[in-house]
């Protein structure tokens, strides 16, 4: 079955640039997703990018798909303490239906 | 526009015992709706989703059931609890898959509810 896999916690300082990768094994993927969960609260979609595309940007985040290792990463850039939060990578074969999520990935920012 | 609510927030339950955890979507017809479950320290796991009024697919097998009586309500249900059964239910709704140009049917999350099983 599909398997998304990230790292566990990241910490960065304000200001910096923060890296969070995401690996996924479903050739099938068509739409990559990454979420954003603050304590307590559901998920909100970050931003997403589509299997035959490279690279996205949207403001301060940019995200990179390599297809061919199936990597998948997000970058934020002058992190902010208000973006210390789980960030989940997705995946789905079809838009906005079933989606198979990787464990999150912490992110502490520290001023 | 269009909100979704889940409750109760919070909820803790004894092991054996029934379990409801509602749903609500406004704002939108014929939405796709969905459960996950985020145990602790783990990514997030589809329970159920739902194209329509009574039609639920399972994704994990498990003493958990799902039911859609209405276009935008969307019930998690347990007869028996289990210790396993702790952790943050996420409900969320697409737009079905008749609706929209755009290829990208984002998903809309609850605020959640956090069950505790003791």
């Known amino acids: 079955g599909e398997d998304v896999e990230q790292s566990l916690f990241l910490s960065v300082r304000e200001g910096d640039s923060s890296v969070i990768n995401c690996t996924y094994t479903d050739s099938s993927s068509t739409y990559l997703y990454w979420y954003k969960q603050e304590p307590g609260a559901g998920l909100q979609l970050l931003t997403y990018i589509f299997s035959n595309m490279d690279m996205k940007q949207d403001q301060r985040l940019t995200v990179l798909l390599n297809k061919k290792d199936k990597h998948l990463s997000l970058r934020i850039a002058d992190t902010q303490t208000g973006d210390s939060a789980i960030y989940f990578c997705a995946e789905s074969m079809y838009a906005g239906n079933m989606l198979t999520f990787g464990g999150g990935t912490r992110l502490m920012v520290k001023p | 526009s269009q909100t979704i609510h889940q409750w109760p927030a919070t909820l803790v339950q004894p092991v054996g015992s029934p379990l409801s955890l509602e749903c609500t979507v406004e704002g939108t017809s014929n939405p796709n709706l969905y459960w996950y479950r985020q145990a602790a320290g783990r990514g997030l796991q589809l329970l159920f989703y739902s194209v329509g009024i009574g039609q639920i697919s399972s994704e994990v097998p498990q003493n958990l059931s799902a039911s859609r009586p209405q276009d935008r309500q969307f019930i998690l249900s347990s007869k028996k609890l289990l210790l396993s059964d702790s952790g943050f239910y996420l409900c969320?709704?697409?737009?079905?898959?008749?609706?929209?140009?755009?290829?990208?049917?984002?998903?809309?999350f609850g605020p959640g509810t956090r069950l505790t099983v003791t």
């Open positions: 969320a709704w697409s737009e079905g898959w008749d609706h929209g140009e755009a290829p990208l049917y984002e998903q809309y």
